[in-house]
């Protein structure tokens, strides 16, 4: 041990409260099926989803992250002043410099550390592993952590084979101490496949945007039916190891909480995993679309509005997307 270093008490961590920021533009299938020219019912045949929600033109992911972290605070019966840390998880946001957290950090009314994280629709499960951390260690009595996301800034609209899927929204959470003994957030599990990562990419980068005229300006595009497969056939190993390592089996969980991809991952990881009915599977992708970091905790709010999961449930929670990236853990929900 370094000279001077304090030892802190054994501690757990866990989630005090959850809040959400749903933009108020609802976009159904006939209008995403005119600009990609897919039609609507083929939309809703292939994703699952019927409508999803879209930013503002003037709405910057740091707007959305504050309108949820206000509501979590809130939820959590936390003040800013006791946030110590300040996680923001996107892959949307346009302006990489100054980082989002900070500025969210400020307009709450906290000086905490701030930073931003980017692990694409993994970010929400890798941002939870490091808050989870910071508590139990001593580093942060209190971790804001948020998810928040304006896919719309980074996908082409016309795009026939991405453009229906995202959408934008943030949901944010507070996790703070609790006994060791009552851990409320399980050991991650998570790993990254580079070699992979064209499968979900940008097409271009913003040096060759500003160096080339006349070029397109760079946006996210999807090898649809090689993220589908890999989706499938890789993370369900990954939900399992998830559950094993939090010391339970998936028929015990009370719900199961993928990234909101498309409603045929959703169900088909659900099918593989063999839960039973009981377990709750979140479908908000439905209403929502994919909004990459924020979806976990959009999924999670919306199955407390309605009832489904109460206080105290546990949850599997499951990200994965672009990178390659995955991520998933067993936690106890607010």
């Known amino acids: 041990m370094l000279p001077h270093t304090q030892r802190t008490e054994a501690r757990g961590a866990q989630l005090l409260g959850i809040g959400v920021h749903r933009p108020r533009r609802v976009v159904g299938n006939d209008e995403a099926a005119v600009r990609t020219g897919r039609s609507a019912d083929w939309i809703r045949r292939r994703t699952g989803i ?4 879209y930013a503002e033109h003037d709405e910057t992911v740091a707007d959305m992250a504050v309108e949820a972290s206000r509501k979590a605070l809130a939820d959590a019966g936390v003040t800013a002043a006791e946030i110590d840390t300040v996680l923001v998880a996107s892959m949307s946001d346009l302006r990489q ?10 307009r709450i009314g906290s000086r905490a550390a701030a930073f931003d994280l980017n692990a694409a629709c993994s970010g929400f499960c890798y941002g939870l592993a490091l808050a989870a951390s910071m508590v139990r260690d001593g580093s942060a009595g209190h971790v804001l952590l948020i998810g928040s996301e304006k896919m719309t800034d980074i996908v082409d609209p016309h795009d026939p084979g991405a453009a229906f899927l995202f959408a934008d929204g943030a949901g944010a959470v507070v996790i703070g101490p609790g006994r060791p003994e009552e851990d409320g957030i399980g050991p991650v599990v998570w790993g990254s496949d ?3 990562g064209n499968l979900i990419a940008h097409d271009a980068s913003w040096t060759e945007y500003r160096d080339t005229p006349g070029a397109a300006w760079p946006a996210m ?6 993220v589908f497969r890999w989706a499938i056939e890789d993370i369900p190993e990954t939900a399992g190891k998830a559950a094993a390592a939090a010391g339970t089996t998936l028929d015990r969980l009370d719900a199961f909480v993928p990234h909101q991809a498309n409603l045929r991952i959703i169900d ?15 479908r908000d992708v439905v209403h929502s679309g994919n909004t990459s970091s924020a979806s976990i905790p959009l999924a999670v709010s919306r199955l407390r509005e309605l009832g489904t999961v109460g206080s105290g449930a546990t949850a599997l929670l499951v990200g994965f997307g672009a990178g390659l990236t995955w991520a998933a853990q067993v936690v106890r929900l607010p």
């Open 221 to 226: 595009r999807m090898a649809g039916p090689e």
């Open 268 to 282: 088909t990881l659900a099918q593989r995993l063999d839960l039973p009915p009981e377990v709750a599977v979140a």
């Open 194 to 196: 580079g070699g992979r």
């Open 97 to 106: 410099s100054p980082a989002s957290a900070p500025e969210v950090a400020h």
């Open 50 to 53: 019927v409508e999803r929600r």
